[in-house]
């Protein structure tokens, strides 16, 4: 605040205490005499209604009173008068700063119970998955869907097929660490032929026929694809490969959308989120993520929402 706005406010802030405080004066004078008086206004309407000029009743004068004087104790202790502090020192700001601190110091007691355990033994506890689902429905359903069922170019977590690897350890480093996947483009290196004969040749690994030649495939899948995708085409957790013969495409399984995969190339990035979320909730993220493919583990409830910042 500027000072001439300080300046300002602080003006029309006295300005309206001094008049009610004249108001309350100029309506003392009627003090002492009768209550009830025949003198008016001088205001006469439609020829015959006059106002009578009666002293205001005391309670109400009160009640004046108080607010005045209530006016003046709180602008002394608050802040009102321009940019004074007021001598409490209170600010909004201040109070909302002790109200986070607060929670936060609430969510990491709740935490705390779980920053020594490994990821496999807080996959078996329920406890512990209530937590992880609220985290994952905050941070990661926009991208994987509240079931975790993914979407398009955003893998599905509920299965068993990863393409970063599924052991406990490669899944938390997947969510702390981030991942990107790149596939370049083959559709100059191979031609619009040469693509068709990809097609025909992965369809081929899953027992379906298509109209190109597979084994000519089949010899560009060995040189140009096998260092990435296996030489089985099976994909390599080291890469990031999705694996190519079981059916399960990451974006989309339409023959339309595998042969854009392979002419145009397909980029996929897992954000990291260690340092925004911190070892603990990770950690609880990466067994949340493995109780959804394991049919025995325990199922995170609905209830119990705490600790899900
Ligand atoms: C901005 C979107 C986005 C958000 C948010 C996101 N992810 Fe991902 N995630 C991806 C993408 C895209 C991939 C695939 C990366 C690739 O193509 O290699 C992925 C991959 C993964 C994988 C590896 C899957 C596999 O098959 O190996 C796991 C596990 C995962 N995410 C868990 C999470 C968790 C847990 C969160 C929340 C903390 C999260 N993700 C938040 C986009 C996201
Ligand atoms: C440099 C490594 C690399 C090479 C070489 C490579 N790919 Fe890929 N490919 C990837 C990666 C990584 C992905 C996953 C992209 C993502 O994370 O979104 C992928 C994705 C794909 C997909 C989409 C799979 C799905 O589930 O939707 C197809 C199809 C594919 N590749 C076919 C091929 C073919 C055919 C070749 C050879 C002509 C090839 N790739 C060569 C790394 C590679």
Redesign the pocket.
Same mark, same amino acid.
């Given at each position: 605040m500027t000072l001439s706005h300080s300046l300002f406010i602080i003006v029309l802030t006295l300005a309206n205490i001094g008049g009610a405080l004249w108001l309350l004066w100029w309506t003392r004078r009627s003090r002492g005499e009768a209550s009830v008086t025949t003198e008016t206004t001088g205001h006469v309407w439609d020829e015959d209604l006059r106002e009578l000029n009666n002293p205001l009743p005391r309670w109400w004068l009160w009640l004046f009173i108080i607010t005045v004087a209530f006016g003046g104790v709180y602008l002394a202790l608050y802040p009102g008068l321009g940019s004074a502090k007021g001598t409490l020192g209170w600010s909004s700001a201040t109070e909302h700063d002790a109200a986070a601190r607060a929670n936060a110091a609430r969510i990491e007691q709740t935490l705390a119970p779980y920053a020594a355990r490994d990821v496999v033994a807080l996959s078996d506890d329920r406890a512990a998955l209530n937590i992880g689902r609220n985290?994952?429905l905050n *941070? =990661?359903a #926009? =991208? +994987?869907g509240s079931d975790g069922g993914g979407a398009p170019?955003? %893998? *599905?977590?509920t299965d068993r097929? !990863?393409? !970063? &690897? &599924?052991e406990p350890d @490669?899944?938390l480093a #997947?969510?702390a660490n981030g991942? /990107?996947?790149v596939m370049p483009g083959w559709g100059e290196a191979l031609g619009a032929r040469g693509v068709e004969d990809m097609l025909a040749y992965l369809y081929s690994l899953q027992g379906r026929d298509l109209a190109g030649d597979k084994r000519a495939g089949a010899v560009k899948y060995t040189e140009l694809c096998s260092v990435c995708h296996g030489v089985d085409a099976r994909g390599k %957790?080291e890469m990031?490969t999705p694996n190519l013969t079981d059916g399960v495409w @990451?974006h989309g399984g339409a023959l339309t959308s595998v042969r854009d995969s392979i002419t145009h190339g397909? #980029?996929? #990035?897992? %954000?990291e +989120?260690l340092s925004r979320?911190g070892e603990t909730r990770?950690k609880l @993220? /990466?067994a949340?993520?493995l109780s959804l493919s394991k049919p025995e583990a325990p199922r995170a409830a609905l209830a119990d929402v705490a600790a899900g910042q």
């Open positions: 985290l994952f *941070n =990661c #926009t =991208c +994987h170019g955003f %893998p *599905n977590l097929d !990863w393409l !970063w &690897g &599924g @490669l899944v #997947t969510i991942r /990107a996947g %957790p990031g @990451l397909r #980029t996929g #990035t897992m %954000p +989120h979320l990770v @993220l /990466a949340y993520v």
